[in-house]
């Protein structure tokens, strides 16, 4: 289901004599300039902004026609964010201007939608050399806007599944850890080596010297792979790379297939991949951040931090703990479950979570969950009864048996956990068992 947003242009996003004029709608004040300033780096820059927006056109798993959807861009003091999602919302791509990359000044902050239109997909390609980019996020001046104005208006679908993958993505990546770093010759050369786009193969990475090594299988230290061809955005900016990064969970012999960040790095720039697990998996069904929705606690929680968040390019958890007088835990836990209404992301590079503001109803991510409003309903039955580590949910005529395991997860009896395995977040028996976990027994 999509979350009709209307936004309104005062004229199309283009590139003009003196640079390109990217334009954007909302934030703090109407059609606002969140930054004006040349790029350091423009034909970088020009790469990086195509692949973000020829992420969010593509569809990966079963393809079909262009989406055509608008990337999303955050203004934070010192940092320009720009995000997308494909079309299957399998693949995350962020590209990350860092103070290096401009020349000019954040002169506010926010979030919104940009528009990346086939014109200007035209002119970013042409960019090359040495040649100047003057990048103006909005109109070079904030103007009142009335019928005879060049107003652009239009209806950009903002899906529920970017939303939802908004959320899981940052639970997700929060749990990784820098794996490899590999020289630009040697990132190109391994990337050359990839399967084409129609492989749906899970490979696994394992560093080997100064590359990286495929398997089939799974070892301490490797990085998952799959669908190996949805790494082709990473391309046009590999002639500008200085290192390509990746970032996983941990693994075992033996582990499921995980998500995995790919990340080339120019100095000015880095522009990042996020893969799903599997290739026909998309960020939006991965259910990582139902626990963080879970439990009055945590809401509470999210509404202070909520109130003390700003835009500094990284959240200080310390800090922020001790101004919400919170232990650190908790914030992490309120952090996570602001993430589902868009409110924060994660950066794997900086190993920090950064601020954002979506056009989108907070709620929604919790009503769009059916497994969340199961458990809910379940809670509000009385129908778990709880014996020391395990419980006992009665749904229907069935009776399941829910174990919290010593990591702080769950097993269940029931059909979805014997299916997942816990692969694509818990159920709605042992989300209720953790909704009542804290009252007791």
């Known amino acids: 289901m999509n979350a009709v947003q209307t936004y309104r242009y005062l004229q199309p996003s283009a590139l003009r004599t003196a640079g390109l004029d990217l334009q954007t709608s909302g934030g703090p004040a ?22 973000v927006a ?4 593509t569809r990966y798993h079963q393809p079909v026609s262009p989406a055509s959807l608008d990337p999303v861009v955050t203004g934070s003091r010192n940092r320009l964010r720009f995000e997308s999602f494909s079309g299957c919302c399998g ?14 000044e954040v002169v506010g902050h926010g979030t919104t939608n940009v528009d990346v239109n086939p014109p200007l997909r035209e002119a970013l390609a042409r960019v090359g050399g040495i040649e ?39 639970v997700l990546t929060a749990g990784f850890e820098p794996r490899a770093e590999v020289p630009a010759a040697e990132a190109a050369a391994f990337l050359r080596r990839l399967p084409g786009g129609s492989d749906r193969s899970v490979l696994w990475a394992v560093p080997a010297g100064r590359t990286l090594r495929l398997t089939s299988r799974p070892a301490p230290g490797a990085v ?52 799903s697990p599997e290739p026909y998996r998309g960020f939006s069904g991965e259910g990582a951040a139902l626990l963080a929705l879970a ?22 958890v310390v800090a922020l703990a001790d101004a919400a007088g919170l232990p650190d835990d908790r914030v992490r836990a ?30 929604r991510a919790e009503r769009d969950n059916p497994r ?8 509000e039955h009385g129908a778990v009864r709880r014996d020391g580590d395990h419980a006992t949910v009665r749904s229907g005529d069935e009776d399941y048996r829910v174990r919290r395991l010593p990591d702080g997860g769950f097993t269940c009896t029931c059909r979805w956990w014997a299916k997942h395995q816990g692969q694509r977040g818990p159920c709605k028996h042992a989300l209720a068992v953790s909704m009542v976990s804290e009252v007791p027994a």
């Open 295 to 316: 439990g009055d606690e945590v809401i509470d929680d999210a509404e202070l931090v909520g109130a003390l968040l700003s835009w500094d390019p990284t959240i200080d």
């Open 372 to 379: 969340l409003v199961g458990a809910r309903t379940l809670v």
């Open 54 to 57: 020829e992420v969010a056109r």
């Open 224 to 275: 998952c792979l799959a669908g190996a061809g949805r790494l082709a955005a990473l391309r046009g900016l590999l002639r500008h790379a200085r290192t390509l990064r990746v970032y996983g969970p941990t693994v075992r012999t033996g582990s499921p297939a995980v998500p995995s960040t790919w990340e080339l790095d120019t100095g000015s720039l880095r522009l990042s991949l996020t893969l």
């Open 132 to 170: 100047p980019l003057h990048l103006a996020v909005g109109p070079d001046d904030l103007t009142v806007s009335t019928m005879e104005a060049a107003v652009v208006e239009r209806k950009v679908p903002l899906p529920g599944r970017w939303m939802r993958g908004f959320a899981e993505v940052h």
């Open 30 to 51: 109407a059609n606002p300039r969140f930054f004006s300033g040349f790029l350091t780096t423009p034909a970088a820059a020009a790469a990086g902004l195509l692949s």
């Open 91 to 104: 693949v995350y791509a962020r590209m990350d201007v860092v103070p290096a990359g401009f020349d000019g």
């Open 334 to 363: 309120a952090l996570a479950q602001l993430g589902t209404a868009g409110r924060v992301g994660y950066d794997v590079a900086d190993a920090g979570y950064f601020h954002r503001v979506m056009p989108h109803d907070a709620g």
